[in-house]
């Protein structure tokens, strides 16, 4: 595990956009797994500046991301088919057809895990994986207690979670009680993964995860497990390390 400190959340995404943008460059039909969240924005602005100036070219780039809330279509302002259209899609020259998000609308569990499992597979696995990390250790919306072995799956947030959310919606109530995500085993299959965290309010779980204990208690603690794992954090994410 490689641990990068930035000084804070523009340093942050500076340095986590230069690995990006190294993966896009050495593989431009890259198949990049990606985070929605407060933590990749800047990340997500530094790649369009470098689109726009013409450093990066994302013709030819594949995305999955990480996970959805069940209920939320796409053009709802909070799903993250949306987020990710705002921040990044419709941002750069990716074809749409080659972004994918899992369906909030698939109202059966059961196919939304099958047809995800299989976009997955059909892009032949993730080259780079982003994530964030919840306050309560959650990576993609595998909550605290979610086995590491499920592919993908449909998870009831916790209220942490639910909580930690609520700042995007008019009120908590609004916050959708269920996701669609990724599981631990999908994300562990990425060749390369990159978590992004700032601010103290992530430094407890994210010191917990790099020294504590590997276990499903805290979720991001299984990335010990993984080979190539890059976590950027600013000053204040890793003061309890
Ligand atoms: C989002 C996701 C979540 C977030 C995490 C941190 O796609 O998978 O695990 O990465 O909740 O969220 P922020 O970045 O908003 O603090």
Redesign the pocket.
């Known amino acids: 595990m490689r641990l990068i400190k930035a000084i804070d959340y523009g340093d942050m995404s500076r340095k986590a956009a230069n690995i990006v943008s190294a993966q896009i460059l050495m593989k431009p039909d890259s198949v990049l797994g990606?985070?929605?969240?407060?933590?990749?924005?800047g990340l997500y602005n530094i790649l369009v500046e470098r689109y726009e100036k013409g450093d990066l070219d994302f013709s030819g780039i594949r995305t999955v991301?990480?996970?959805e809330y069940k209920g939320l279509g796409g053009d709802h302002p909070q799903s993250?088919r949306y987020?990710m259209n705002k921040y990044l899609f419709n941002r750069v020259n990716i074809p749409i057809e080659n972004t994918h998000v899992p369906n909030g609308l698939e109202e059966d569990p059961e196919k939304a895990i099958a047809d995800y499992i299989k976009i997955i597979r059909s892009l032949g696995g993730i080259d780079l994986q982003l994530?964030?990390?919840?306050?309560n250790g959650?990576?993609?919306?595998?909550e605290p207690g979610t086995p590491f072995e499920l592919e993908f799956l449909c998870v009831d947030l916790t209220d942490d979670?639910i909580e930690?959310?609520k700042r995007f919606f008019a009120s908590k109530e609004d916050v959708p009680r269920q996701a669609y995500?990724m599981g631990i085993k999908a994300i562990m299959h990425a060749k390369k993964i990159l978590l992004?965290?700032?601010?103290e309010?992530?430094a407890e779980a994210l010191a917990k995860a790099i020294y504590g204990p590997v276990t499903p208690d805290v979720p991001a603690s299984v990335l010990q497990l993984h080979n190539d794992v890059t976590i950027v954090g600013d000053e204040a994410a890793f003061s309890k390390l």
Do not use: E, M, Q, R
């Open positions: 990606l985070a929605t969240g407060s933590s990749p924005i991301n990480l996970d993250y987020f994530l964030g990390i919840g306050n959650h990576i993609g919306f595998n979670t930690a959310n995500t992004v965290a700032s601010g309010n992530k």
